[in-house]
């Protein structure tokens, strides 16, 4: 048995929708929960902290893009993986950048790279013949470019 890996799109705080990972099993685990959600939460002005809650609709509230699926022998070691990936740090101070030298590092680009940690540990299938990272054409703004 397999459960479906989805991007999750809601509405960001800014210019940029939000992404985070949702899975969805089969049948609802002991929680209860068909769905659960990973991501980061928080903003670049006050640093981010990673989440692994239920996942309910207004989480995909824009939409969720199949990018695979996991087995359910692996799905508890998709926490472990996300929670490994550093969230975004406090990026400003006030108006002022602290590491203008730095891309901003946003939800965006956390979700790409928890996504790239579960396929480097062969966590993430792609059945479908169509690499991950090419699902975001078309997103709106510049969520995946950063």
Known sequence: MSYNVYLAESLGGGKSDHHAILVERDVPAKT??????YQVKGSIAQGMTYEFRGAREDD????????????????????????SVPPPKKQFHGPK???????????????RDALGALETEGILRNPHGIPWQEIHEGRRTDTWSI
């Open 32 to 37: 209860g929960e068909p769905r659960f959600l």
């Open 60 to 83: 995909f509230m824009l939409g969720k893009t199949l990018l695979g699926s996991v087995d359910a022998d692996n799905f508890n070691c998709i926490d472990r993986i996300c929670s």
């Open 97 to 111: 950048r602290l590491y203008p030298r730095e891309k901003l590092y946003k939800c965006q680009a956390w979700t």
